[in-house]
């Protein structure tokens, strides 16, 4: 469940409707098929070192064990920066939705509501924040199952479906006018930057698999199916959205979070009857926020307190309540999610895009760090005269999979903000806005290789059977619903 509930947000909600209308649906369709592909096979990467090496750092351990410790040091702390700029994010989009029922009380004061139940929720054990992640999924994957029976039923006629100009739902919207694919090829690329975001939060399988009880079992279950469901819950949903909206219906073109009556799952259940529908929506994608922001908070917890065991972050963040948190990491990592008060200062919409656009490249830097960690892990396996055959999990398709998630993974990441290149001036605010990941991640693996004199590790030196932040898994005092 937290394997599906990380792929499933406001990016599929809400983003979904702006693909379609901005490329059409079936631009919009391999889009979605194809980040969906990348992520499976990032997943894989991700489940195989997980099932052999399961530890909270997961990424981070991985990349200071098997390519070099200025690498590991480099990508915690951007995976930690990360998921605590997300919850801000988060509670901010959380306040522009709460304004829906309640236009006169104050964002600010939902920001902090909201920051104080997630806090809670991760304070106490590992078990507050699995429940609330189960039943966030939940919530979602039903939405996700109720919209694509109805849209179905519509398409086959069974209930109605009001359309414009006389079209019939189904192919006859799919290929209206310069439908399916608008726009031609830039169009194409700029939705499917956009779509590499919609899926962010996948890889916190491997940041769970620290603290699950039999992670050799239950990580290569949930990667084995991640493909199936993303195939499912976005390719099925993009299709219908596109044979029951055409792209250039105009409540699509001004779809984001500011208007969640707009969500193009709202669109279709109003237009099936249900009046309701918008209502239902928001609930649905408030929850999806707050389920972002769970996730956050965990992941990035996980990641501080990681470190510190391994003396890449102060060492007051590796402590340990008796529950087995480390309350001290989730303090800092809440007084980073603060941010979101700046809503109080300025407009919400303003703080959003702000705090997006800051976040935005880390998430595909640490994929990057995904497949560069896999690659080198298995390659050292082999070198050391290894039997893949003990693997708890093998990922297919080996070397294809890392090497096909990295060049993909580093063309969205360059190719994110290009149209600021493309004008006779360069919006060079918008450049660093967009870009300044890259190099704050270059400058961390750097500074920390000339600070230490570290180098990258030969694959015959690569060390396979350090427990590194996994040994202190003996030390949680987890409860039986770790």
């Given at each position: 469940?937290?394997?599906?509930?990380?792929s499933i947000?406001t990016?599929?909600?809400?983003?979904?409707?702006?693909?379609?209308?901005s490329a059409?649906?079936?631009?919009a369709l391999?889009?979605?098929?194809?980040?969906?592909?990348?992520?499976?096979?990032?997943?894989t990467?991700?489940?195989?070192?997980?099932?052999?090496?399961?530890?909270?750092?997961?990424?981070?351990?991985?990349?200071?064990?098997?390519v070099?410790?200025?690498?590991g040091?480099?990508?915690g702390?951007?995976?930690?920066?990360?998921w605590?700029?997300?919850?801000a994010?988060?509670?901010?989009?959380?306040?522009?939705?709460?304004?829906?029922?309640f236009?006169?009380v104050p964002?600010?004061i939902?920001?902090?509501?909201f920051?104080?139940?997630?806090?809670l929720?991760n304070?106490f054990?590992?078990?507050?924040?699995?429940?609330?992640?189960?039943?966030?999924?939940l919530?979602?994957v039903?939405?996700?199952i109720?919209?694509?029976?109805?849209?179905?039923l519509?398409?086959?006629?069974?209930m109605?479906?009001?359309?414009?100009?006389?079209?019939?739902?189904?192919?006859?919207?799919?290929n209206?006018?310069?439908?399916?694919?608008?726009?031609?090829?830039p169009a194409?690329?700029?939705?499917?930057?956009i779509v590499?975001f919609?899926?962010?939060?996948?890889?916190?399988?491997g940041?769970?698999?620290g603290?699950?009880?039999?992670p050799?079992?239950?990580?290569p279950?949930?990667?084995?199916?991640?493909?199936?469901?993303?195939?499912?819950?976005y390719?099925?949903?993009?299709?219908?959205?596109?044979?029951?909206?055409?792209?250039?219906?105009?409540?699509?073109?001004?779809?984001?979070?500011?208007?969640?009556?707009?969500?193009p799952?709202t669109?279709?259940?109003?237009?099936?009857?249900?009046?309701?529908?918008?209502?239902?929506?928001?609930?649905?994608i408030?929850?999806?926020v707050?389920?972002?922001?769970?996730?956050?908070?965990?992941?990035?917890?996980?990641?501080?307190?990681t470190?510190?065991?391994?003396?890449?972050?102060p060492?007051?963040?590796s402590?340990?309540s008796?529950?087995?948190?480390?309350?001290?990491?989730?303090?800092?990592t809440?007084?980073?999610?603060?941010l979101?008060?700046l809503s109080s200062?300025?407009?919400?919409d303003?703080?959003?895009?702000w705090?997006?656009?800051?976040?935005?490249?880390?998430?595909?830097?640490?994929?990057?760090?995904?497949a560069i960690?896999?690659?080198?892990?298995?390659?050292?396996?082999?070198?050391?005269?290894?039997?893949?055959?003990?693997?708890?999990?093998?990922?297919?398709?080996?070397?294809?999979?890392?090497?096909?998630?990295?060049?993909?993974?580093?063309v969205?990441m360059?190719?994110?903000?290009?149209?600021?290149f493309?004008?006779r001036s360069?919006?060079?605010?918008?450049v660093l806005?967009?870009?300044?990941?890259?190099p704050?991640?270059?400058?961390?693996w750097?500074?920390?290789?000339?600070?230490?004199?570290?180098?990258?590790i030969?694959?015959?030196k690569?060390?396979?059977?350090?427990?590194?932040?996994?040994?202190?898994?003996?030390?949680?005092?987890?409860?039986?619903?770790?």
């Amino acid at each position: 469940m937290i394997a599906i509930g990380g792929s499933i947000g406001t990016g599929l909600f809400l983003a979904s409707g702006a693909t379609v209308a901005s490329a059409g649906p079936g631009s919009a369709l391999l889009a979605y098929a194809l980040m969906g592909i990348m992520v499976y096979f990032l997943m894989t990467s991700l489940g195989e070192m997980a099932a052999y090496m399961p530890a909270a750092g997961s990424f981070q351990v991985y990349g200071s064990h098997f390519v070099d410790p200025a690498f590991g040091f480099a990508l915690g702390w951007n995976y930690w920066y990360n998921w605590a700029i997300t919850i801000a994010v988060e509670l901010a989009a959380a306040a522009i939705i709460m304004h829906y029922w309640f236009p006169s009380v104050p964002g600010v004061i939902w920001s902090g509501a909201f920051l104080a139940v997630i806090l809670l929720l991760n304070w106490f054990s590992v078990k507050g924040f699995g429940e609330a992640e189960f039943w966030f999924s939940l919530l979602k994957v039903v939405t996700i199952i109720a919209f694509i029976a109805l849209g179905l039923l519509m398409i086959f006629q069974i209930m109605g479906a009001p359309m414009k100009e006389g079209l019939e739902p189904g192919l006859q919207v799919f290929n209206y006018k310069e439908a399916p694919f608008v726009g031609g090829f830039p169009a194409y690329i700029g939705v499917t930057l956009i779509v590499g975001f919609s899926f962010q939060g996948t890889e916190l399988i491997g940041v769970a698999a620290g603290e699950s009880s039999d992670p050799g079992k239950t990580i290569p279950m949930a990667t084995r199916q991640i493909f199936w469901r993303i195939l499912m819950f976005y390719g099925l949903s993009i299709l219908i959205i596109g044979m029951l909206l055409p792209y250039n219906d105009p409540s699509l073109l001004h779809n984001d979070v500011k208007d969640v009556g707009e969500s193009p799952f709202t669109l279709v259940f109003q237009r099936s009857g249900l009046a309701f529908a918008a209502g239902i929506m928001n609930a649905v994608i408030l929850s999806a926020v707050l389920s972002a922001g769970n996730s956050g908070m965990y992941a990035s917890t996980r990641m501080l307190y990681t470190m510190a065991c391994n003396g890449m972050a102060p060492r007051v963040f590796s402590r340990l309540s008796r529950n087995g948190v480390p309350r001290y990491a989730l303090a800092a990592t809440t007084v980073i999610a603060g941010l979101c008060f700046l809503s109080s200062l300025y407009s919400n919409d303003q703080v959003y895009l702000w705090l997006l656009n800051s976040s935005g490249m880390t998430g595909f830097i640490a994929w990057l760090g995904i497949a560069i960690c896999h690659f080198r892990f298995r390659r050292a396996y082999v070198r050391q005269g290894r039997d893949l055959s003990v693997l708890r999990y093998r990922a297919k398709w080996f070397p294809f999979g890392p090497l096909f998630a990295f060049a993909l993974c580093l063309v969205v990441m360059l190719g994110q903000n290009y149209m600021a290149f493309t004008s006779r001036s360069i919006d060079w605010h918008s450049v660093l806005a967009t870009y300044i990941g890259i190099p704050l991640f270059l400058a961390l693996w750097l500074g920390y290789r000339w600070r230490f004199k570290t180098r990258l590790i030969p694959l015959d030196k690569v060390d396979l059977d350090h427990p590194s932040c996994a040994a202190a898994r003996s030390d949680l005092k987890l409860d039986k619903a770790a």
